[in-house]
């Protein structure tokens, strides 16, 4: 989905609108594989996904990596914890897949907000994608089986299965390949 026609279904553009939107975001081709943020980074940009997937993920204690989260087309993206209050990422956000990103810096948004109060609404849409998707996660991660994770995952983003290794997906699960490979195989 692309990015203008995203916010043009949320609020009306203006020409002046879309011409200053147009001259703060970047356009960005990036190979699969590709970190965007690493952990001590800066996350300094929000992306938004026209094409590709980007997994964000984290090391525990022990150093062993988790999946938090897959967004895919049509999805905003950042570590909103640095992006917003200029902390250091714990999280990584990587590309698996060759992706076209639009990105603005937490600056150019704010500009953009001064000047148009309109986009506020693309902002709350942002905030409530972002919190919806943290609430999910928690939700999931203490009050289901992993099998009902696996469903829910099956439901919300079937693509994933085809898009996404079965590590990261039973990384994501939180649960080993083995038990993802047991509960495949009792569908």
């Known amino acids: 989905m692309n990015l203008t026609d995203f916010i043009r279904r949320h609020i009306p553009l203006t020409p002046d609108m879309l011409e200053d939107l147009l001259r703060v ?50 999805a905003f993206v950042t570590v909103a914890d640095s992006f917003l209050d200029n902390q250091p990422s714990r999280y990584s956000l990587e590309t698996l897949e060759d992706s076209v990103l639009y990105s603005v810096t937490l600056a150019d948004f704010e500009a953009l907000l001064r000047k148009y109060p309109l986009f506020e609404k693309l902002q709350s849409l942002i905030q409530h994608q972002l919190l919806l998707e943290m609430k999910d996660r ?37 649960i080993s390949q083995e ?6 195989s009792k569908k």
């Not at 038990?179 to 495949?184: D, E, F, K």
């Open 179 to 184: 038990t993802l490979s047991r509960i495949r």
């Open 25 to 74: 975001i970047t356009r960005e081709e990036t190979p699969a594989h590709q970190v965007l943020v690493s952990p001590g980074q800066y996350c300094r940009k929000l992306f938004f996904i026209e094409e590709g997937l980007i997994r964000e993920y984290y090391f525990s204690m022990s150093g062993k990596e988790t999946t938090y989260r897959f967004n895919t087309e049509g």
């Open 138 to 174: 928690i939700t999931a991660l203490q009050f289901q089986t992993a099998k009902e994770r696996y469903e829910s995952l099956l439901e919300d983003q079937p693509s994933i299965f085809q898009r996404v290794s079965l590590g990261h997906i039973a990384s994501y699960l939180g």
